[in-house]
């Protein structure tokens, strides 16, 4: 029987520190900082095994995100200009808006659900997810959806 991979988006603090620093090495890799996985593992701190156990498993969200579209629900306070951040933040990372569905507030609390298309010149996702969710008003933020 042959197993289906199944994927998982999960925040920074919930991924554990050797993954991390696998993702450190590949990054070091790449960008020809240093030449071996052999200078990458000892600068990053993991086992040459490590590496190769995982360096297939993880990636960063942003490296595979290009061509592709997200969805995402928050839940926003019902504040004039809120969504218009939202909508700017996702603008200034150069990302397309596909949807948008905004729910009439409840209790001044709005829920939003977003599609985002994801260009080639789109910068780093998460970087654009991570300054949204980090605004005053904006009470949650979840991935649902990653095509």
Do not use: C, W
Not at 57 to 85: A, C
Not at 117 to 124: S, Y
């Amino acid at each position: 029987m042959i197993e289906k991979s199944k994927y998982f988006v999960v925040k920074q603090k919930a991924v554990p520190e050797v993954l991390l620093k696998v993702v450190e090495a590949k990054r070091l890799l790449e960008s020809s900082k240093v030449m071996t996985v052999q200078e990458a593992t000892e600068q990053v701190g993991i086992s040459r095994s490590s590496f190769y156990k995982y360096k297939d498993d993880i990636f960063p969200f942003h490296d595979n995100s290009k061509g592709k579209s997200i969805t995402f629900v928050l839940q926003m306070d019902d504040e004039p200009g809120l969504l218009s951040m939202v909508l700017q933040t996702i603008a200034e990372y150069k990302g397309n808006v596909l949807t948008i569905h905004q729910t009439i507030p409840i209790n001044g609390v709005a829920s939003l659900t977003l599609t985002v298309d994801l260009l080639p010149t789109t910068r780093d996702v998460s970087s654009m997810i991570e300054q949204i969710e980090s605004q005053p008003g904006i009470h949650y933020l979840k991935i649902l959806a990653k095509e």
